[in-house]
């Protein structure tokens, strides 16, 4: 997995839910940054992460998690 760097960019610390989690989004995972990289939708608003490591983690629709977004400043 590549290491993330911050690239000018803003970032920010928000709190996530399966309805509002986005590729890019950074979670931290047991002191491991995990990136994800898709996202697959199942029953009962639930959401499958797939993260840039391939782990998975499945969010359901009513947990929440801390997540570092990248803010775009166009």
């Known amino acids: ?7 000018g960019a803003l970032a920010a610390n928000i709190e996530i839910t399966s309805a ?4 890019g989004d950074v ?5 491991q940054p995990c990136r ?3 996202l697959i939708q199942l029953p009962a608003g639930a959401k499958r992460l797939c ?3 391939g782990e ?5 629709a009513r947990t929440r998690l801390i997540a ?3 803010q ?3």
Request: charged share 25%; no cysteine.
């Open 20 to 23: 509002t989690v986005q590729r």
């Open 36 to 38: 994800v990289a898709d």
């Open 1 to 7: 997995m590549r290491r993330w760097t911050p690239s």
């Open 51 to 53: 993260f840039e490591s």
């Open 68 to 70: 570092l977004r990248m």
């Open 72 to 74: 775009r400043k166009w």
């Open 27 to 31: 979670i931290q995972i047991g002191g």
């Open 56 to 60: 998975l983690l499945t969010v359901h």
